[in-house]
């Protein structure tokens, strides 16, 4: 049976097929799902930087799949002691952290951006921010812990109580106005208000936070990561989320 594909789902598939990976037909349906399903509900048009990860390989991992020129200005990932199988890229809790080039002053609007990352480890060491960067108590984050959500260019982490029960799942913060932002965990949504104010000039990281030194190193395994320059209504955050975590079981990694 032919398999009709997105265009940039096809894309996507010759990039991984490029570094030496075998497809298969999981790899190109889940590129597909993501990809056409983020393009019907507008968030594939309103992101910087989408990583779906397949292909188990630093080099198969390393694609910004909206941009796919293995260039930095391409938001292309790097990653450093980063471990990378068909379950994503997870970091060691020590020293490992993947850099997506995403700059948080130059490439994400200091009132209009989202971040947001799955996670499929149920054992996280420690409970922490996964994903973002800290300017000594600037943070653009997305956090697993009861009393650190994740902040949003204020110097104070928002705080739902004992909201994670369960640390697997999708998490989306997103910036919505100067003095809001909005916390998707799995499927529900936590509003702050807090301050946008200007933060340091540094590129957003997965396993740890990027900033004058790495901070909140994690074992978190991400099988999914995205960053968008946009405003995202709260219908379009509880989407991307049914999105990503129904994708994530075509490759029996949820």
Avoid: C
Avoid at 54 to 76: C, E, I, P
Avoid at 187 to 193: A, E, H, N, Q, V
């Amino acid at each position: 049976m032919i398999l009709i594909i997105d265009p940039d789902a096809s894309k996507v598939i010759d990039a991984v097929r490029s570094t030496g990976v075998v497809i298969t037909r999981p790899m190109i349906e889940y590129a597909h799902y993501i990809i056409s399903n983020m393009k019907a509900i507008g968030t594939w048009q309103l992101s910087n930087a989408v990583y779906g990860f397949v292909g188990g390989t630093a080099d198969s991992h390393k694609w910004n799949w909206k941009d796919l020129r293995d260039v930095d200005t391409a938001f292309r990932m790097t990653f450093t002691n980063m471990s990378h199988s068909s379950n994503g890229i997870q970091g060691n809790s020590t020293d490992a952290f993947a850099d997506t080039k995403v700059n948080g002053i130059t490439d994400i609007p200091l009132n209009t951006n989202f971040m947001g990352m799955y996670n499929s480890n149920a054992s996280l060491s420690p409970i922490t921010a996964i994903m973002g960067y800290n300017d000594t108590g600037v943070q653009l984050s997305v956090g697993l812990s009861n009393s650190n959500l994740g902040a949003n260019h204020t110097g104070n982490a928002a705080n739902a109580g004992n909201v994670v029960n369960n640390l697997k799942g999708f998490r989306l913060n997103y910036r919505v106005s100067n003095t809001q932002f909005k916390h998707l965990v799995n499927g529900s949504i936590y509003p702050f208000t807090s301050t946008a104010i200007t933060r340091g000039d540094f590129t957003i990281t997965i396993g740890a936070l990027n900033g004058h030194f790495k901070i909140a190193f994690n074992n978190a395994i991400v099988p999914f990561a995205i960053i968008g320059n946009q405003v995202l209504t709260d219908t379009q955050a509880l989407q991307q989320s049914q999105i990503v975590t129904n994708a994530q079981l075509i490759l029996n990694r949820a």
